[in-house]
């Protein structure tokens, strides 16, 4: 999600002597002319033949100048403002380290073609699953009959600032557990040669996607179980260790080795006890004496972790580590080198001086480069410190004035040069990749502030390039015939005797385990505050552990089994089993080291919990808070999120043939948003306001039930759904209003706006993230659009299955004012209403 810079393709660092081609049409349509967004010459590069189906020679080349980590491309056709109409339909992409030795791209699930263009002007962004480590990359037009094609394209990604280029490893294994799946631990996208071991490859060690705590479970969708880690068994090494010899594409001065390794010892995997790594400069022999390192194993936190291992600054072209086994299994996803790369000399073809190509202007290049020499890298540093200081110095003096600004008028936007400013919660749980806690200001008791403003930088596209022309909804909903129920503005009191909209003071009371949990009003919490929990105390000894959801700043989520908690619950409220039987449940469970304001903000929320009694909303069925852990026990249903289960499903009629794909039908989405629709009206008539809804926070249960939740954020498979601010906070940016990330405004009018997206992630079956052909600094940039109002905002598309009225639905609830936004109770009406229509 960080490495998405452009590489210089349409910013201009990329050379025009660094572009190439098999052939050109004309002097007009040569290589330098396929950079993204321009239209110089005859407005893209062209083969000078026709492309064939059976012959796949043409191509398009990029040359780096050094190594890429490269995680997306965009491509173009010829559209030269109207007289060209030439374009890619799909394309191959081979990419190479050295020059020598190509390598054909393929996703996770083998496929080798990319998807292209539709039309010669739109921009196609496709993300690299998994990304690529190259210096030079090809593209490669693809066809299915004879047809003239032209390209325009973009690379997208960082520098690979490991100087890794290859890995040799032995072959990962299997594990077959006696009646269950296979567990599959080779490394399936290495691109180097595969037998006995791996050689002169790069692959899953090196794709950036760190495994999960349990290796039967994956990151990525219809994978078989182990996919995430690399696997070996102890029993076949006769010496006790796995050895991996790493290449590197200088000599450089190594400082430190982190290795993610899976822990769960209970399945007889541990994390190495010790590793040993040897050293060798350019040809010659392996130095004598190794970097040792014996670690302290643990048999109390089974999570997956990184293990950092020093190297003590010690000059090498190559690395060969042994890990030692600590248990029957060792399983690694990924392995990163720190090096001090001013520390070595550069051996390989030093990158060139950027210069001004033909008839483009370069932008910044965000991208590091390292000068071959010593004495240039010491001024560089020291001209790069002063320019670091005088930022931080003019940082602090432009934060402190729009600090003053903002106190005297909290709700004028700022001027049109600064894009967008991104609120944060003071007292926002997170987590971060390497599951290590990261302390917030817990006793800090103010609301949203601006801690961060700052323009976007030239390096991003504008969205307004991406535009989706909407001519057929510009009128307002009651305009196109839609239910009076849907349209009316927003009034102050509604049937149920409260404000439609929280405009009033909000407490934040922010979930503990990691969770965006409800925020409620002040005068709520002082009603709540003077009664005790209503539910039971559980016998913590019936809870069994099934598997860990995920964590949170103080707190983790886990699934459990319990027995008998039939016996602890309401009368109002039952399960559909038998008394005996276990049943499946949420676990929130504080951790024994959270401190005070953690452990009665857990306690706040059991007691909003114990009161939210709705078909459409999570239950707390019983409490564990007589003694530490504090645990508060929740609903779970057997099928999962909506996210996950519609992920599994096609739309009915889609599946050809014999599929054994299940299928759901256009009436039961329709049945399972109106039931969102209804637990969101539930808890705005009690001016609650959720904060973070999307499918993800979404269960499902029997025959399409849906009861909402908010364990989204608490879930490593949903981390990409979060934009990560300063290392603090997390917002789920893609579902949020403009006013919520621009001015820290959460009402239930923003969870409207979050209630389309839902809308829309379910009518698409959740294949992708919303606005996917953005980066998250284009999305927070498109939201500052919406508050201009000037007709430049993107929308999301109308889903397949969409219906103009629900489309249109959609489209109200993202309406700039929000009291023209529907209230939930109208959504929830018109929905029922169009139901019975059809």
Not at 21 to 38: D, V
Not at 326 to 339: G, L, R
Not at 695 to 724: E, H, P, Q, W
Request: hydrophobic share 35%.
């Amino acid at each position: 999600a960080v490495c998405r810079y452009p590489l210089g393709m349409s910013g201009g660092q990329i050379q025009d002597e660094d572009i190439t081609a098999s052939s050109q049409w004309s002097e007009s349509t040569a290589a330098k002319y396929g950079r993204l967004e321009f239209e110089d010459g005859d407005g893209a590069w062209c083969p000078e033949i026709p492309v064939e189906p059976d012959n796949l020679k043409e191509f398009l080349q990029v040359d780096l100048r050094m190594l890429h980590f490269i995680t997306l491309v965009g491509t173009q056709g010829r559209h030269a403002g109207g007289h060209g109409n030439e374009f890619a339909q799909m394309y191959k992409i081979t990419y190479s380290r050295d020059g020598t030795r190509w390598i054909s791209w393929k996703n996770r699930h083998g496929k080798q073609v990319i998807k292209g263009n539709a039309n010669p002007y739109d921009v196609v962004l496709k993300a690299l699953e998994p990304p690529i480590i190259a210096r030079l990359v090809r593209f490669i037009p693809v066809t299915d009959h004879s047809m003239n094609v032209c390209m325009r394209v973009e690379l997208y990604g960082c520098e690979w600032l490991d100087g890794l280029v290859s890995y040799n490893a032995p072959a990962g294994q299997q594990i077959v557990p006696p009646g269950g799946p296979v567990i599959y631990l080779n490394d399936s996208v290495y691109d180097g040669a595969v037998g006995y071991s791996m050689t002169e490859g790069l692959g899953q060690l090196t794709d950036g996607v760190r495994g999960l705590d349990d290796f039967t479970q994956s990151h990525e969708y219809n994978v078989w179980p182990g996919y995430d880690y690399v696997g070996w068994r102890n029993e076949s090494f006769s010496h006790g260790y796995s050895e991996i010899v790493f290449e590197f594409d200088r000599i450089r001065n190594f400082t430190t080795m982190k290795v993610h390794c899976n822990n769960m010892f209970h399945k007889g995997v541990k994390i190495f006890k010790e590793v040993q790594c040897y050293f060798r400069s350019e040809a010659n022999d392996w130095e004598p004496n190794p970097v040792s390192s014996v670690l302290v194993l643990d048999d109390v936190n089974p999570s997956a972790r990184f293990v950092t291992v020093p190297l003590l600054h010690r000059m090498a072209s190559a690395i060969k580590c042994q890990y030692y086994f600590a248990d029957t299994w060792m399983m690694i996803s990924e392995i990163t080198f720190q090096s001090d790369t001013a520390m070595y000399n550069t051996t390989g073809l030093p990158p060139k001086t950027p210069g001004t190509p033909t008839s483009i202007q370069p932008g910044n290049n965000p991208m590091h480069k390292v000068d071959d020499s010593n004495t240039r890298i010491l001024i560089g540093c020291l001209v790069a410190i002063i320019f670091i200081l005088v930022a931080i110095i003019v940082i602090i003096l432009w934060r402190q004035f729009w600090q003053k600004m903002l106190e005297k008028a909290s709700r004028r936007m700022l001027d049109d040069e600064l894009t967008v400013s991104l609120s944060l919660q003071s007292e926002t749980s997170m987590f971060n990749n390497n599951n290590n806690r990261s302390s917030s200001p817990s006793e800090q008791e103010s609301n949203s502030t601006y801690d961060r403003i700052f323009p976007l930088g030239p390096d991003y596209q504008e969205p307004s390039k991406l535009i989706r022309k909407l001519p057929e909804f510009t009128q307002p909903l009651e305009e196109a015939g839609c239910s009076g129920a849907v349209v009316k503005p927003a009034q102050a009191g509604g049937a149920e005797g409260v404000p439609h909209y929280a405009e009033a003071d909000i407490v934040n009371l922010q979930g503990v385990t990691g969770s965006n949990t409800y925020a409620v009003p002040a005068i709520t919490m002082d009603l709540l505050s003077g009664k005790d929990v209503a539910v039971e105390e559980f016998p913590r000894n019936l809870l069994t552990f099934k598997e860990k959801l995920g964590e949170g700043q103080f707190g983790e989520v886990h699934l459990c089994e319990a027995k008998g908690i039939q016996e602890f619950l309401d009368k109002d409220f039952s399960f559909n089993i038998s008394t005996n039987q276990p049943v499946l449940v949420a676990v929130k469970m504080l951790r024994a080291d959270a401190n005070k304001n953690a452990r009665n903000d857990f306690l706040k929320e059991i007691k909003i919990m114990s009161r939210l009694k709705d078909p459409n909303i999570i239950r707390l069925l019983a409490v564990c808070i007589h003694d530490d852990p504090l645990c508060m026990i929740t609903e779970y249903m057997e099928n999962g999120d909506l996210n996950q289960f519609l992920s599994r499903h096609e739309p009915e009629g889609a599946v050809a043939g014999a599929s054994n794909t299940p299928t759901v039908s256009y009436a039961n989405l329709k049945y399972m948003a109106t039931q969102i629709a209804s637990g969101m009206k539930y808890l705005s008539s009690l001016n609650f306001v959720h904060r973070d809804l999307a499918t993800r926070n979404c269960l499902v249960d029997k025959n399409y039930t849906i009861k909402i939740a908010d364990f989204g954020m608490s879930r490593n498979l949903y981390s990409g759904d979060y934009y990560r601010i300063q290392g603090r906070a997390v917002l789920p940016i893609r579902w949020m209003s403009w006013e919520s990330i621009l001015l820290g405004k959460f009402t239930t009018a923003s969870d409207v706006w979050a209630f389309g997206v839902t809308l829309w992630e379910t009518l698409t079956f959740c294949r992708e993230q919303p606005y996917s052909q953005l980066s998250d600094e284009q999305v927070i940039e498109n939201t500052g659009e919406f508050f201009r109002d000037q007709g430049r905002q993107i929308y999301l598309p109308q889903p397949v299955l969409c219906p103009n009225s629900i489309y249109k639905l959609m489209l109200s609830c993202w309406r700039r004012d929000t009291k023209d936004r529907p209230a939930f109770q109208e959504i929830h009406r018109f929905l029922l209403e169009s139901s019975a229509k059809e």
